[in-house]
């Protein structure tokens, strides 16, 4: 079974409004961390948020926000106030475990976001 | 925020010949790295764990004497194409995750190596 799914191959959204990337996720453990990440033309991977397992807030910065339900499995991301350079892929991860730097990441296929001017 | 350097972000090199990527975690210390491959409009396919001071892990189906990789300090790890061949074209990109306490639960990447053999 796919650890991560993202279900929205390709989404638009009009300058200024407010865009939800979807993302669920499949694991048995008690301990994950959930990510989103970036990635314009250029290539490079920019990480964008983080979500603990454990974490009972939404996590947030700046303009993007994560929608985490637990019981659901999902992780979506949200980004208000959509901006030009916004367009690029993006990806949700999981990792499974908290401790330690070593265990690995599991992607989705992405989602390919353009803002409309 | 956690930098992490990669070297050389392109490359275009004849059937044959072998090409180094350089993996570098500039303001943290990565006992653990890893290497992706992504080809064009998929996401990244896991190539193999980089362990500081040990072997590489390296996932089913990936050859380890044609991608060989060396992570001989705690701040560089390199991926060799050996013998490098037109289906090896793809853009490879590296990972690691820093020693903080919030930091520890995040990987950061390189800018990736855009990888051409003729």
């Known amino acids: 079974a796919q650890k991560i799914t993202q279900t929205q191959p390709g989404m638009f959204v009009q300058e200024k409004e407010a865009v939800t990337l979807d993302c669920t996720y499949d694991?048995?453990?008690?301990?994950?961390?959930l990510f989103w990440y970036k990635q314009p033309s250029s290539g490079e991977m920019i990480f964008l948020i983080y979500q603990g397992s454990y974490d009972e807030q939404n996590a947030t910065e700046g303009r993007y926000s994560l929608n985490f339900q637990k019981a659901r499995k999902s992780a979506n991301l949200v980004i208000s106030a959509s901006q030009l350079g916004d367009s690029a892929m993006y990806f949700c991860?999981?990792?499974?475990?908290?401790?330690?730097?070593?265990?690995?990441?599991?992607f989705g296929t992405g989602t390919s976001l353009t803002v409309i001017p | 925020g956690a930098v992490v350097s990669q070297h050389p972000s392109r490359v275009i090199c004849k059937s044959g010949t072998s090409v180094k990527i350089e993996c570098r975690s500039l303001d943290f210390q990565a006992t653990t790295m890893f290497w992706y491959r992504q080809f064009p409009k998929q996401s990244l396919m896991l190539m193999a764990t980089s362990n500081e001071g040990s072997k590489a892990t390296y996932e089913q189906g990936v050859e380890k004497d044609k991608f060989l990789i060396n992570h001989a300090s705690l701040t560089l790890s390199t991926l060799t194409v050996t013998s490098a061949h037109p289906e090896d074209s793809s853009f490879y990109i590296c990972s690691a995750g820093g020693q903080g306490v919030k930091a520890k639960n995040i990987q950061y990447f390189g800018a990736g190596t855009r990888l051409s053999v003729l």
């Open positions: 694991t048995s453990d008690q301990s994950y961390g």
């Open positions: 991860a999981m990792r499974e475990g908290l401790r330690g730097t070593g265990n690995q990441f599991y």
